[in-house]
């Protein structure tokens, strides 16, 4: 079975700063992608970036990047430049052929101020 | 021309009550999900179906039974409604044939069981 922990339950950026969200996730596969999702107060689930296991070069997304640290199955989303617009729930998620299904972490609250 | 939609999008009703909810997907993906998300945010895989076959069966009550008409669709029946169902409810779908594994959301169906 796969799991997926956020560690972070809330997080608080100014605008214009950078802000890192963690996830790490276990899984016994060899084969699996990885997603950040955001979920705004519409509730509609938006995928951010996405990272395919056998690659090593990090994704990145415009303003959003990721750290994908293999061997410590972790994998960070970093927001650049943070905007008023990215406030939202962030979801880290991780898919495997087998299962064929996304396991989710718990989600990330994150708010942008002024 | 959405991608994925749902009906409805908020479901209000009695407990013992029986609802559907409707999915269609209209890009073409051959793999269909329900997820459902309580009120903490956490999100969870109910089923799943690939070509009108069911592959992915969580451990979900028996009142709640998919059915998928063909590809393009997913409704989910909720027979003898109880508090404990009232969440927001996700369908999504996915090409299997994909290189990305990328799954796409509907809007989600906030139902509230009194």
């Known amino acids: 079975a796969q799991t997926v922990t956020q560690s972070q339950p809330e997080m608080s950026v100014q605008e214009a700063e950078t802000v890192t969200l963690s996830c790490t996730y276990d899984?016994?596969?060899?084969?699996?992608?990885l997603f950040w999702y955001k979920q705004p107060p519409s509730r509609q689930m938006i995928l951010v970036i996405r990272?395919?296991?056998?690659?090593?070069q990090n994704a990145t997304e415009n303003r959003f990047s990721v750290n994908f640290q293999k061997a410590a199955k972790s994998f960070s989303l970093k927001i650049s430049d943070s905007q008023l617009g990215d406030t939202a729930m962030y979801f880290c998620?991780?898919?495997?052929?087998?299962?064929?299904?996304?396991?989710f972490g718990t989600g990330t609250r994150l708010q942008v101020t002024l | 021309d959405t991608a994925v939609s749902q009906t409805p999008k908020y479901l209000v009703t009695q407990m013992g009550n029986d609802k559907s909810i409707k999915c269609e997907q209209n890009?073409?993906?051959?793999?269909m999900y329900w997820y459902k998300q309580d009120s903490k945010k956490f999100l969870k895989i109910m089923f799943s179906?690939?070509?009108?076959?069911?592959?992915i069966n969580e451990t979900v009550p028996n009142r709640f039974s998919p059915k998928s008409p063909d590809k393009a669709h997913l409704n989910l029946h909720i027979n003898s409604l109880e508090l404990g169902d009232s969440a927001v409810y996700f369908c999504?779908?996915?090409?299997?044939?994909?290189?990305?594994?990328?799954?796409?959301f509907g809007p989600g169906t906030r139902l509230t069981v009194l």
């Open positions: 999504a779908s996915r090409a299997t044939s994909g290189t990305h594994n990328e799954q796409f």
């Open positions: 899984t016994s596969e060899s084969n699996y992608y």
């Open positions: 990272q395919e296991a056998y690659k090593q």
């Open positions: 998620a991780a898919h495997t052929g087998t299962a064929s299904k996304l396991t």
């Open positions: 890009l073409g993906h051959d793999t």
């Open positions: 179906y690939n070509n009108k076959e069911l592959i």
